[in-house]
């Protein structure tokens, strides 16, 4: 392709609100330009990276046996109205209201037209399983769309769904997935950070996000410097700090010697700041007691504290019965902070909060700021594991201006028994803790997710009325699996990782173009070169843009470093001139380039990029 | 592709709304699946064949130097404001406010959207001609979704728009778009009839459609059986009939010896049809008057009778004044109709429709059914050329229960004289019409667009300010062509080509796969040289599907059949157990199968598919 025959508008300036290299370096190289805020149109030279990276997905999905559909864009209201994710999906799914009031949905995701489909087309036991895909626009209203294709409204994204008899099947093609991201990611050029959410405490559910770092990424990411560990935060698992938990009673037996807890006086000292100062003491000697609101708990409350007169109720007739709302106190070290995710996912809550001042005070008998574990019976006490350990702490006394001191677990107080377990780990982890795997030393990174792979169950085959016959002609429910990829993101994370101060640097594997050729004069002898190369490379099957502009060379390899192609070539009349005639050519990483006699640039080139193409796509 | 890794639900039943073939087979074949009225899902071997016809699209596009761009689906409503289109459009464009009150536009088409970005690009005449395009999901909400994907709802439309520094140079784009879509629908296998809009009376205008035959299509066309002449018949011109036309002297002259005309009483009588039986003569004998309302009238009618007090207005600062209402009447002969879209041309209205029964009873002085030209003077009468011969003709008197007859033409009345003429062409022609090319005589055909290339002048890069310097450094707006294919369109209308009562007979270039192996029972000795064939024929790129399920011959034969894979093979123990070993190949057009030897079975294959695709692509 010839430079002056497409359409490369290179800039020098980058738009205020482009904050993110990539976001920049998409629009000074011409890859996208803006439509609206979070609305960006891939120009030509954008459009074939995207392309490249969308074939790399689609074909890791294929070599897995997952087959391509298309559905809409536009999604029928109806069947986000039967998953019950119509209400659920909140004011980011975009909804449209046709002439005739119908009900549409800009599909932000499509796990309802899949599976209607299945729904339709399934019969047999024999079909299963069944793992189908699109790459296809999406749109999520972001309230404050920002860094350029990074989080934009509208995007691509693959999405895939399978359906399975049982749950071996569902694992076998979710661990195909998960091999088929790491490939993806790798062809791509990028280093991802797969984590796992069943890497720890909360159980063998079957998710893995592939993060990449991104300083303005949306997650934190725990990581330990010792073994491969990787937790979102939302989910990382605490160390091996507190892997002795003693029981209530072995742990009141062991603080038989500290002096019995008393009550001091505390005059306005309500958090653990003020009172680590007022008794100079470190907030890790503190049990920090946190009342929490809960709603719609699937856990057995019957036999807990304060919960007697809490009703089961049916939310659906499909859904098992929960507490519309119930409370619980946290008892924790006070210098940590506890993880609601954890918490929720203990308590089978579909969502947890802290109480209002007005809930506490009811439940403690006190103003907020002095609740503590001891004598606390109006709620479930929830004990974290890093309490157990602790035989002299301070606490709240349940009343205002007032603390106990030498409290011991065990001894003054024991939680209320979850799980067949006395404590439970519901804490934040941080940097600086100790990992769950190796007790290594954790730290922490901003990452951003490109991937998702989840094991669904359930849900959308239960509430959309999916069945199949089995072996035996009787009628089951598949279980389902869904696994996505955002294009545009991954696409923005190459550019993220392989750039520096002059602009892209491309892996061949995604560069719009391998080879970009720059003839000093496009004229003369050097244009009879240029052009033999151009022929030469691309019978095989290399891709070349001819910078056949009449601009000065600096202008050109300008352009040549910030639109990132991998491999220069530069042709003129002096290297041409010797015996033997010769070009120069440069990786878009190196800073030296080396002289090459133009009778083997073909074939160095092709040997070069086979290479490199090789190295990416080995598993 | 084994077929038993596929998902290809081939089904006996038609749904009741699949009225055309192309529907029913897509749909029997399993190629696509409704979602709601209007929006259907490709399943896997659908979307095979669309993507090749979209390939097909993009290699043609990319052959004449368009350059392809992905803007998004979602477009600003800020863009359609700027254009005018934002009410103009009209309920088929989806509307959507997102949470922020932002308007968003469903892309029912994209010359906002490429305008923006070309304008905030273009600066000088050097990166002219530009053509970009797209091909891209759209959607248009059509009242009554008809026809499987021939009239959806959403679709992928592929959409090229070029800008140009003049006339010539659009002419040029122009001029190699429709060179493209003749390849490209050749490619497709499809016979396309090519429809120009300059063909005839409304001038070089610059527009083309190609159309194909169909039963239910949208559009008229009017053939001629002797030339290649070929028209919408919304634009269709008159024919030679008429090319003597007398001036009103000429033709009062003329008529010197006709008795002078008279009034005759008609009680009750008020259609051509009940006058004919009256007067007991034919409709060619009446001049039928038709009253007219016209809107946004561009004319210039300061002495057109009746229209002194009309007000010429300005609906935007860039567009000429108008009249915003006005009326006129047409005089044409008793048996023909008028063509609305050829009278507003002829006025420069941008719509004409009848006139209320309280107009024409207002203008005419007369209940409805008793208008004629004779001595109506409150607005502008147009003469059709079919009148300016008669010469002894019945029209109404302009009173009720009251006619004239021996009423001349340019003896008793003459028309207002539009653009220097004192008759026009404003009738719709019909079968049996002579072309007005050559003289031969018209026929009808129903037929449905598939393309259509427009030559669309400054109407968007005036109103959305784009420009460019010129040579001497002067700022110019360029002037713009659209180019237009339904993607979903031009693929069933394939099956509508090509099909026969068992199924689809795909053409090669756009076949799902190329061959489809069937064993006779999937094991043994056949299994091994299925599989075989398989990597034979996969090695030299042709696709295959092996039909390894566990069905009955009869079975696979018919899925083969309606699913229209081009070659069949079919390989089974009594072929294989000669001493030369042989395979059934069969093309899918063909009653008659032959036996060839397993040995050159993928050269005999390969041999063929390379023949029809050269046949197909042939130029």
């Given at each position: 392709m010839n430079y002056s025959k497409t359409f490369i508008p290179t800039l020098r300036e980058v738009p205020?609100?482009?904050?993110i290299v990539s976001h920049r370096l998409m629009f000074r190289s011409g890859m996208i330009r803006k439509l609206t805020n979070g609305l960006f149109a891939y120009l030509p030279l954008g459009l074939r990276s995207f392309r490249k990276v969308d074939q790399i997905v689609r074909e890791e999905m294929d070599a897995i046996g997952a087959l391509e559909m298309k559905p809409t864009v536009?999604?029928?209201g109806e069947l986000w109205k039967e998953s019950g994710r119509w209400e659920a999906m909140g004011d980011a799914m975009l909804k449209v209201k046709n002439r005739l009031d119908n009900d549409f949905v800009v599909s932000p995701t499509a796990e309802e037209a899949f599976t209607a489909i299945v729904r339709d087309e399934l019969?047999?036991?024999?079909?299963?399983?069944l793992v189908l895909y699109q790459s296809n626009t999406k749109f999520r209203d972001e309230i404050r769309p920002r860094y350029g294709v990074m989080r934009g409204r509208e995007f691509v994204m693959k999405d895939a769904y399978s359906w399975h008899r049982d749950d071996q099947s569902l694992d076998e093609t979710y661990q195909a997935m998960g091999r088929a991201y790491r490939r993806i990611f790798k062809r791509c050029g990028l280093t991802v950070i797969p984590v796992k959410a069943d890497s720890g405490a909360m159980g063998g559910s079957g998710s893995e996000e592939f993060m990449v770092e991104s300083e303005i990424g949306d997650n934190t990411l725990i990581l330990c410097k010792n073994c491969d560990y990787a937790a979102n935060v939302e989910k990382a698992a605490c160390g091996t700090d507190f892997s002795f938990r003693p029981s209530p009673e072995a742990a009141g037996t062991a603080s038989a010697n500290i002096p019995p807890f008393e009550k001091i006086d505390t005059p306005d000292v309500r958090t653990i700041d003020e009172l680590c100062t007022f008794l100079a003491t470190d907030s890790k000697n503190f049990i920090k007691t946190l009342i929490y609101r809960a709603v719609n708990?699937?856990?057995?409350?019957?036999?807990?504290?304060?919960?007697?007169n809490l009703e089961r109720k049916k939310t659906s007739a499909e859904a098992p019965a929960v507490y519309p709302e119930a409370f619980f106190a946290v008892a924790i070290r006070g210098d940590l902070d506890v993880n609601e995710m954890k918490l929720a996912a203990l308590v089978k809550a579909s969502e947890v909060s802290l109480a209002s001042d007005a809930d506490v005070t009811r439940l403690t008998n006190a103003p907020v700021g002095f609740a503590g574990p001891v004598g606390l019976d109006t709620l479930p006490v929830i004990v974290d594991h890093t309490v157990t350990g602790m035989s002299d702490a301070v606490t709240g006394a349940l009343a205002k201006d007032a603390h106990y001191r030498h409290v011991a677990y065990g001894r003054d107080f024991s939680g209320w028994r979850i799980a067949d377990q006395w404590s439970a780990d519901v804490r934040t982890v941080k940097a600086g803790d100790s990992c769950s795997l190796c007790g290594g030393e954790l730290y922490e990174k901003k990452g951003n997710e490109l991937g998702h792979i989840f094991k669904l169950g359930y849900k959308y085959t239960r509430s959309m009325n999916v069945s199949y016959l089995d072996e035996n002609g009787k009628s089951q429910i598949p279980t389902m699996g869904s696994y996505g990829i955002g294009v545009d993101r991954t696409l923005a994370s190459v550019i993220e990782e392989h750039h520096d101060e002059a602009g892209i640097i491309w892996p061949v594997s995604v560069a719009p173009y391998h080879v970009i050729i720059v003839p000093i004069k496009y004229n003369g002898e050097v244009k009879t070169a240029a052009d033999r190369l151009v022929a030469g490379l691309e019978a095989q099957g290399i891709e070349v843009l001819l910078d056949?502009?009449?601009?000065?060379p600096g202008v050109k390899f300008n352009d040549a470093d910030l639109v990132g192609i991998p491999w220069r070539v530069v042709v003129g009349d002096k290297g041409l001139s010797g015996t033997k005639p010769q070009v120069e050519i440069k990786h878009r990483r190196e800073k030296e380039s080396r002289m090459v006699d133009l009778e083997g640039a073909v074939a160095d080139l092709a040997g070069h990029i086979a290479d490199e193409l090789m190295e990416l796509n080995r598993d």
């Open positions: 205020a609100d482009a904050v536009m999604q029928p019969s047999s036991y024999r079909q299963l399983p708990v699937e856990l057995d409350l019957s036999t807990a504290p304060g919960c007697k056949d502009r009449d601009e000065r």
